[in-house]
């Protein structure tokens, strides 16, 4: 069957200290899949990877004000997430690369 790999599976982290002053969070994902094809024919395969997500935010008390950073894609992993072959062309979607950044967060 197209697209099922045969192993897949999903392991997060998560921890949260208080702080004097709010909350500490951290938290870690990785997903895995094993490889797979894109097509009935097995023409088009995705070899297996994997995808290991960070994050590490503070919580303000009461929970209304948060700042957070995340880093995704930690190890940069190239795979192509979606491919539609055709007639005249194959066309293909590659994962999301390597991100980081800060989020800013109000509750009200």
Avoid: C
């Avoid at 921890?15 to 097995?42: I, K, M, V």
């Amino acid at each position: 069957m197209m697209r099922t790999p045969e192993l897949t599976g999903v392991a997060n982290l998560a921890y949260e200290r208080p702080l004097p002053a709010g909350a500490l969070r951290l938290n870690a994902d990785y997903y895995y899949t094993d490889s797979f094809y894109f097509d009935p024919n097995e023409q088009f395969k995705q070899g297996s990877y994997g995808l290991l997500n960070l994050r590490a935010g503070w919580v303000a008390p009461g929970g209304k004000v948060s700042v957070a950073a995340f880093w995704t894609n930690v190890t940069d992993e190239h795979y192509v997430a979606t491919l539609l072959p055709g007639d005249f062309a194959i066309q293909q979607m590659y994962g999301t690369p390597q991100s980081y950044g800060l989020t800013l967060g109000y509750k009200y």
